[in-house]
């Protein structure tokens, strides 16, 4: 089997699940991409820990985290866990000198089951969540991913699932599609460039690097730090790919990346 790439994705509203449109169809045909994992390991931007918690039950509940039309309520990703493959990722972490630990009931938030609801609706591959540390910085975050690469080489993909942009503060200005404001599209200018090149360093310090960082993700930004995971599974200076990009709402990029 080659190994699985690296995932980063944008999910946007919990609605896109059943809402046609570009990025519905692009998730849909995004598993058909690469061969199918023999499990997933997706960081959430919707689970924040303070240290790393993978979820360890063997059939998760999918969890209805938002508000939205009751159609979304009835929605259920059956998908089962896999209680080994969440000790074997926490012996990974905790080899790596990072604490972590499992939960054994934690189900699956909107995050990983909306996306993975449209990559693999037959819900038939194992599911395992990893918790965010919006309290920690990126570089704890690529540290994640570092030690779960041995993971890809079993087939398992490690998924981030967060949002390019997500400035959810002033998406109240917007329809879903309005134009994006030019900080926006500079970020996401930059964080195409910096993927596509290689620039972990920069990546690590981007609100350093770019003035409309604290703008684009305001604190605590937990849906930027899901990138820093499958980035960090790539390994040092890999360079990743644009696959796919549309701006939502102004401030929601859409953008998804992988690292083969």
Wanted: include cysteine; glycine fraction near 8%.
């Amino acid at each position: 089997m080659a190994i699985i790439p690296a995932i980063f994705l944008s999910h946007g509203m919990p609605s896109i699940v059943v809402q046609p449109g570009e990025t519905h169809s692009f998730l849909k045909g995004l598993g058909k991409m690469f061969d199918r994992p023999k499990g997933i390991i997706c960081v959430s931007a919707h689970w924040e820990a303070a240290w790393p918690m993978l979820s360890a039950t063997e059939m998760p509940e999918t969890i209805h985290d938002f508000s939205g039309p009751p159609v979304l309520f009835k929605k259920r990703y059956p998908a089962p866990g896999d209680p080994a493959l969440a000790e074997e990722a926490t012996a990974l972490l905790m080899h790596a000198g990072l604490v972590a630990k499992t939960d054994p009931s934690r189900g699956l938030d909107h995050g990983a089951w909306v996306p993975l609801m449209l990559m693999y609706p037959e819900a038939d591959i194992p599911v395992v969540q990893l918790s965010v540390q919006t309290d920690l910085d990126p570089q704890h975050h690529l540290n994640l991913g570092s030690a779960l690469r041995p993971l890809r080489e079993k087939g398992v993909l490690v998924l981030g699932s967060g949002g390019a942009t997500h400035n959810l503060p002033e998406i109240g200005k917007y329809k879903i599609d309005s134009e994006p404001p030019d900080y926006a599209v500079a970020f996401d200018a930059w964080l195409e460039e910096t993927i596509t090149t290689g620039k972990q360093e920069a990546l690590v310090d981007y609100e350093q690097e770019v003035p409309s960082a604290s703008r684009n993700h305001p604190y605590p930004a937990e849906h930027f730090l899901p990138l820093f995971v499958p980035l960090g599974a790539a390994g040092a200076g890999a360079r990743g790919r644009l696959l796919h990009r549309v701006f939502m709402y102004g401030v929601l990029s859409m953008a998804a990346y992988g690292w083969d």
